[in-house]
């Protein structure tokens, strides 16, 4: 089976823009995960979508959302970019029983 | 709310020796699964090891192995006959039954010397 894939791998926006970033899960897979990852913060979680409803959500502002479409492709759209929004952005998608398997990432930088 | 912790920022390992990772959790759930995993300079996240909190025997993947000690909310991770390949930031994750909200440790940086 083909792995998670994620496109852009790398995004560089200025600050007030917005970006959306797409995940593509393991085939079968119907769980999609969203992670930030900084230097400062670490893995933080930033929402999990399962069949197309979002079923978890992490302490992030309303400016990161996302969706998640009937192929279980997701995506996710920051506004308003700040500049601490410069980040690696993990997806990970899950089996039934709840194994993470994550893609390689978008790294997004906001100048 | 769940916590991993990672005391150990840094470890350096040599080549055909054996480490051991710490990471605590804390929790007041009873049914959860902890996760080692690792992420190599190339970025991606790959899972080494899995545990679930009924099951008391250890887990063992090959050269990786979990003590799992439930009472002391402990999860360490042993690499035996550590090789170069080996060399990644290791992360902690705790997730409960319930969900799929995944919580992760600061990480540990494994060096391997040759």
């Known amino acids: 089976k083909a792995g998670v894939t994620q496109t852009p791998r790398y995004l560089i926006k200025t600050r007030g823009q917005q970006v959306t970033l797409s995940c593509s899960p393991i085939?079968?897979?119907?769980?999609v995960s969203w992670y930030q990852q900084t230097p400062g913060q670490g893995l933080q979680f930033l929402f999990e979508?399962?069949?197309?409803?979002?079923?978890n959500k992490g302490n992030f502002p309303g400016r990161f959302s996302g969706r998640q479409f009937s192929n279980s492709r997701s995506e996710m759209n920051v506004s308003t970019l700040e500049l601490g929004d410069s980040a690696l952005y993990l997806c990970?998608?899950?089996?039934?029983?709840?194994?993470?398997?994550f893609g390689p990432g978008t790294r997004l930088t906001v100048l | 709310a769940q916590t991993v912790t990672q005391s150990q920022p840094e470890m350096s390992v040599q080549e055909a020796e054996t480490v051991t990772l710490s990471c605590t959790y804390d929790?007041?759930?009873?049914?959860?699964?902890l996760f080692w995993y690792k992420q190599p300079p190339s970025r991606q996240m790959i899972l080494v090891i899995r545990?679930?909190?009924?099951?008391?025997q250890n887990a063992t993947e090959n050269r990786f192995s979990v003590n799992f000690q439930k009472a002391a909310k402990s999860f360490s991770l042993k690499i035996s006959d550590s090789q170069l390949g080996d060399a990644a930031m290791y992360f902690c994750?705790?997730?409960?039954?319930?969900?799929?909200?995944?919580?992760f440790g600061a990480g540990t940086r494994l060096t391997v010397k040759p």
């Open positions: 085939s079968g897979h119907r769980s």
């Open positions: 545990q679930e909190a009924y099951k008391q």
């Open positions: 994750a705790y997730r409960s039954a319930g969900d799929n909200d995944m919580r």
């Open positions: 979508y399962f069949s197309e409803t979002q079923r």
């Open positions: 929790t007041s759930e009873s049914d959860y699964y």
């Open positions: 990970a998608s899950s089996t039934d029983w709840g194994e993470q398997f």
